[in-house]
């Protein structure tokens, strides 16, 4: 059965496009939680222009993702932690901290699953990885310090 996209479906396709599925995928699961409606030419022409400001907002998201990366790139975060015996940390810096950090420090949001961040429990510099957007990612140092 051929469907209409209404919105965004991961694995399938973004609004506008007519997609082909199964017929029940589409009456039990697409239809009711409205998510795709059937590709008569109204809703064609309806949804060309829902289409059309999808894209507007994908090139958008990935020029703020660019200028992010730009701010991003080689930026340095410092953290101080209390530390016990042998430069082990009493509390671990992890990705919300640098989250956290960065929206204080360039006032972007980024949330903290896109950082690939394991904790850091030990004193020194590492280098961590941002998923800013699906092709765009940036490297930036943590450095975790004693507290004085």
Do not use: C, W
Not at 103 to 113: L, Q, R, S, T, W
Not at 114 to 143: A, S
């Amino acid at each position: 059965m051929k469907v209409l996209l209404v919105k965004e479906v991961p694995g399938l396709g973004t609004p506008g496009e007519v997609v082909e599925v199964r017929d029940g995928f589409a009456r039990n699961y697409l239809f009711p939680r409205k998510l795709a409606v059937p590709p008569t030419p109204h809703e064609l022409s309806r949804y060309e222009k829902l289409r059309a400001r999808y894209e507007a907002e994908i090139s958008d998201r990935r020029s703020k993702a660019q200028a992010l990366a730009q701010k991003l790139q080689d930026a340095e975060f410092l953290f101080t932690r209390r530390v016990h015996d042998k430069n082990k940390l009493y509390a671990a810096v992890r990705a919300h901290d640098l989250a956290q950090a960065i929206a204080e420090k360039f006032g972007e949001e980024i949330p903290a699953d896109h950082i690939k961040l394991e904790p850091i429990h030990e004193l020194g510099t590492y280098p961590v990885e941002i998923q800013l957007y699906e092709d765009i990612k940036v490297t930036v140092r943590v450095r975790v310090e004693p507290a004085a």
